[in-house]
């Protein structure tokens, strides 16, 4: 499902190079989940900008489904992000538009038939346990709930894979622990899931494999 | 799909709200004002027609000609271009106008001890030589022939009358550009505004993969209905107006310009400002769209 070889990342800050990822390779199969672990700056959100490619790697390849990222056209991107789902810390719920209207404006978007998108919502909403906070505004929603949203949008145009950028990084770690039983469930239903965290008990506690990174670099793959 | 893009198109119209309008206004205005001057030259070029039609060239002779050498002359002239009609008027015949003309004071005519007046022709153009360069050679060829002393075909105050309508629509043109120049920028401003409230919607677009038509295509919409909207407000502006006007004005046109009624614009016409103003708002939409 995804494949990363010897992939590096520079960002360029006036005449500074600032290297954020060095000779990255790994492989992680489809159906699997996996944990990214590390202290915040070792990598993780730039790895998996890379992987949705909102960046583009320096040097190296990267495989994402049947996509050749690091060679994607641009014309192209919209249609590698449609096989996957992205939740982020900051949730990035609209504010002016209902938990439903937040989940339906993802199908809208991508065209889904009319009569399809309220039962898909609202199943997407079951799979979290927020049916019944539907009508709610984000203002409204703890940020355990604004959290599970942003899980809700993300799997209700079921993707292949799931990218989850410290989903929990703003939650207490009795809502972090129900999160990760979230996303164990939507593994469970065959979803490729690839979580960054720098809770590292927490990732710990899941018992998945754990790409453990640190200073931009790979330094540990647990299984 | 159409639905949900027209639909967040008019969210956002409404979400742009003072600035939408204001472009929606400019629109209206430069639309207005070009039609308004673009009404204003209709009738008058209505009016520079008539008068083309019944334009008459009065050619006067050196010296009258013999009966019988009349109408050789009149179809000599007839041939030098697309005449219609000639006309012969005789010396006895002109003073008799002459004598009408002076009416009470007729007895002065008398008085001269010979007929000063020339002998003339009369010729009434046809249609395809109504135009001020054809009426312009045609002058210059009845000049020349040898028994013809003078011309007398008052072209310059049609073409002045015809430069003049030129110029009227030129000067229309030129404001209504002007505002529609404004009009397009106010729509990028208001539509470049909305993009910027809408930030957060379109990062999430691009995120879940929304085609990048469906990420554009909202802010293209938004400007055509400014643009539409514009349109349709100056049309209305302009039937206002000249409901307003027309009772008020027409007796006056009639008196100096000769027009039997005044016109508002052709359906073509309504039809290029309609979609004038589509492509005004279009243009701004899709300057903004390159923003997004």
């Known amino acids: 499902m995804i494949e990363l070889h010897r992939v590096s990342k520079v960002f360029s800050v006036g005449p500074v190079k ?57 014309g192209r991107v919209p249609e590698l992000r449609r096989a996957m789902g992205i939740v982020f810390q900051d949730v990035k719920l609209l504010r002016g538009r209902t938990v439903y209207e937040n989940i339906a404006f993802v199908l809208r978007v991508l065209g889904t038939p009319r009569a399809e998108i309220t039962p898909r919502a609202f199943a997407a909403l079951k799979a979290v346990g927020l049916s019944a906070r539907a009508q709610a505004y984000p203002a409204q929603l703890s940020q355990g709930e604004a959290q599970r949203v942003a899980l809700a949008r993300a799997i209700v145009k079921e993707p292949a894979l799931l990218l989850a950028d410290e989903p929990t990084g703003n939650l207490d770690e009795g809502i972090a622990a129900e999160l990760f039983e979230l996303l164990k469930d939507i593994w469970s239903r065959g979803t490729t899931v690839l979580l960054a965290t720098h809770q590292a008990a927490l990732a710990e506690r899941l018992s998945r494999r754990t790409l453990v990174f640190h200073g931009g670099r790979l330094v540990k793959d647990a299984r | 799909m159409l639905g949900f893009l027209c639909g967040e198109a008019l969210r956002d119209l409404v979400r742009a709200g003072w600035i939408a309008l204001s472009s929606v ?6 639309l207005l004002t070009l039609g308004g001057f673009w009404m204003f030259s209709t009738n008058l070029g209505g009016a520079v027609a008539r008068w083309r039609e019944q334009l008459r060239i009065i050619v006067y002779l050196k010296a009258e000609p013999p009966p019988a050498a009349v109408d050789a002359l009149g179809g000599r002239m007839r041939a030098a271009g697309d005449v219609a009609l000639v006309r012969y008027v005789s010396k006895a015949e002109a003073l008799q106008a002459l004598k009408r003309q002076l009416g009470a004071q007729a007895a002065v005519a008398d008085s001269l001890p010979t007929n000063p007046l020339p002998a003339s022709f009369e010729l009434t153009l046809a249609g395809t030589a109504s135009t001020p360069a054809a009426t312009r050679a045609l002058v210059e060829r009845l000049a020349a022939m040898p028994e013809v002393e003078e011309v007398q075909g008052g072209t310059e105050w049609v073409e002045r009358l015809t430069q003049f309508q030129r110029l009227l629509g030129l000067v229309g043109l030129g404001v209504g550009g002007v505002l529609a120049l404004a009009a397009i920028l106010t729509v990028t401003t208001a539509t470049t505004l909305v993009l910027h409230a809408r930030r957060e919607e379109l990062d999430i677009m691009r995120l879940v993969g929304a085609p990048e038509a469906v990420i554009r295509l909202p802010l293209l919409l938004q400007g055509i209905g400014q643009g539409l909207f514009g349109a349709l407000l100056a049309l209305l502006g302009l039937v206002g107006a000249y409901r307003l006007v027309r009772p008020r004005l027409e007796p006056l046109v009639t008196l100096t310009l000769g027009l039997p009624h005044t016109t508002f614009l052709s359906p073509a016409a309504i039809g290029i400002l309609l979609v004038g103003g589509v492509l005004l708002g279009a243009v701004g939409g899709w300057l903004a769209k390159g923003r997004a």
């Open chain 2, 25 to 30: 206004l400019l629109i209206a205005l430069s």
């Open chain 1, 18 to 74: 600032v290297p954020a990822l060095s000779d990255v390779s790994f492989k992680i199969d489809k159906g699997e989940f996996a944990v990214l672990c590390g202290p915040s700056g070792a990598g993780k959100t730039t790895l998996l900008r890379l992987l949705y490619r909102d960046e583009v790697p320096s040097g190296g390849r990267i495989n994402v489904a049947d996509y050749n990222v690091s060679a994607l056209p641009r």
